[in-house]
């Protein structure tokens, strides 16, 4: 995935919507973006529903954003 896709991903207000196996790279993301610490949650049930990783097509289990 080029770089412009990723950014086409990206959520909004600066959210990524990630897997695990891509929550790490999403916290970096942020951290080298904005220089802050991120905030990690973990998404309900009732929203992972058609929630997609922002790096990946595998099903979305946390938000991570600024």
Same mark, same amino acid.
């Given at each position: 995935?080029?770089?412009?896709?990723?950014?086409?991903?990206?959520? *909004? !207000?600066?959210?990524?919507?990630?897997?695990?196996?891509?929550?790490?790279?999403?916290? !970096? $993301?942020?951290? !080298?973006?904005?220089?802050?610490?991120? *905030?990690?949650?973990?998404?309900?049930?009732?929203? $992972?529903?058609?929630?997609?990783?922002?790096?990946?097509?595998?099903?979305?289990?946390?938000?991570?954003?600024?």
């Amino acid at each position: 995935m080029s770089s412009r896709d990723f950014e086409l991903k990206k959520g *909004v !207000d600066n959210m990524y919507s990630c897997c695990a196996e891509h929550v790490e790279l999403a916290i !970096d $993301q942020i951290v !080298d973006e904005y220089e802050v610490a991120p *905030v990690v949650e973990m998404i309900s049930e009732e929203n $992972q529903l058609s929630t997609t990783c922002s790096f990946c097509e595998n099903e979305a289990i946390y938000i991570v954003n600024k």
